[in-house]
């Protein structure tokens, strides 16, 4: 049975820091390239950083360049999502997405907060 288990999230004030992890069970983490994406209240879901499975290549959205690192653990099977500088529009629900070919697989979200 896949599993794709978030935690870390949180409340947090603006210029904060919070590590997102998610945990995979189920599949062959190590094939699957992860991805994390967020969706605000009223807003449809954005990617935010994917890792690739070999390499470990990164990429990441615009918007959290430069504050947000995406790594990965195959051994632990674990995705991590570490946010710095957050700033009240990073406020969202963050999902784990672990992806390869036509398979494609989500977790159930955490709730991140940033607010005074």
């Known amino acids: 049975q896949v599993q794709l288990v978030e935690s870390g999230g949180g409340l947090v004030q603006p210029g904060g820091s919070l590590r997102l992890s998610c945990a995979a069970s189920?599949?062959?983490?190590?094939?699957?390239?992860m991805s994390w994406y967020r969706q605000a209240p009223g807003k449809e879901r954005e990617l935010v950083a994917t890792?690739?499975?070999?390499?470990?290549?990164?990429n990441y959205a615009d918007s959290v360049k430069g504050r947000f690192t995406i790594s990965r653990d195959n051994v632990k099977k674990t995705v991590y999502l570490q946010m710095n500088s957050l700033k009240p529009e990073d406020t969202a629900v963050y999902y784990c997405?672990?992806?390869?070919?036509?398979?494609?697989?989500w977790g159930q979200g955490t709730q991140v907060t940033v607010s005074s």
């Open positions: 890792i690739t499975s070999v390499g470990g290549s990164t």
């Open positions: 997405n672990a992806r390869r070919g036509i398979l494609d697989y």
């Open positions: 189920g599949f062959t983490f190590s094939s699957y390239a």
